[in-house]
Structures are given as structure tokens and as C-alpha cells.
């Protein structure tokens, strides 16, 4: 129905930034919210940011500052610029949507695969 693919982690040293993306596709009517989270080995899944259609964004208070969560509507895409690197930023950052999809009576969450984001110090 919906898949989410993800792009843009890696290996960067403590200070640099990446940018990751992620592209919804499908049967998409619209899609509601979209955001990114992350989960570190050992810990919980945690949100890092999201932003809704509006373009409203909430944010982790441990990246307030350093990451940036945008969304392109037309094209079903959000991104998240991650700046200032720390190595406790170090995880898998998996991108989640709330899509309205064609022939469902309610929206439904879908998660992309995950994108290892490594930062060195």
C-alpha cells in the first residue's frame, strides 16, 4: 500500500552533519504527520522530531537546535539536517508517516526500514 525508503545516514565524525531523507509512495491520499525516530542499541525507539501537513514541527529536547525536520507535500518527502553531531546521536533513524491511503476509512502509520547514522568521536 505505502512504503517509506530511506536515505542519507553514515559515518561522520563528532561536529559534522547529515541530512536524511525519506519518500513515501503508494496509494497515498495525503499524509497527515510525518517524523523521524531513532533507536540506539539497548534503548527504546525514541521520537527525534515531527512535523505535521501544516508544517508544525516538535523536536527531542536532546537535538533542539542542532537537527531540522522539513517535509515537501507534493512530493511525499521529509527530511531531517542534522547538525552539530554528537556520538550519543549515534542509531538506526527510522522515518514514520500517518497516511490517509485510498479505499481506508482511516489514516494508518507506516515505518521505513531504518538508516544507520553513526557519529565518531
Known amino acids: 500500500q505505502v512504503q517509506l525508503v530511506e536515505s542519507g545516514g553514515g559515518l561522520v565524525q563528532a561536529g559534522g552533519s547529515l541530512r536524511l531523507f525519506c519518500s513515501a509512495s503508494?496509494?497515498?491520499?495525503?499524509?497527515?504527520?510525518m517524523g523521524w525516530y531513532r533507536q540506539a542499541p539497548g534503548k527504546q525507539r525514541e521520537l527525534v522530531a515531527g512535523?505535521?501537513?501544516?508544517?508544525?514541527?516538535n523536536y527531542a529536547d536532546s537535538v533542539k537546535g542542532r537537527f531540522t525536520i522539513s517535509r515537501d507535500n507534493a512530493e511525499n518527502t521529509v527530511y531531517l539536517q542534522m547538525n552539530s553531531l554528537k556520538p550519543e546521536d549515534t542509531a538506526v533513524y527510522y522515518c514514520?508517516?500517518?497516511?490517509?491511503?485510498?479505499?481506508?476509512?482511516?489514516?494508518?502509520?507506516?515505518w521505513g526500514q531504518g538508516t544507520q547514522v553513526t557519529v565518531s568521536s
Open positions: 514514520n508517516a500517518d497516511v490517509w491511503v485510498l479505499f481506508y476509512s482511516s489514516s494508518r502509520e507506516y
Open positions: 503508494g496509494s497515498i491520499v495525503s499524509i497527515k504527520a
Open positions: 512535523i505535521t501537513s501544516s508544517g508544525s514541527t
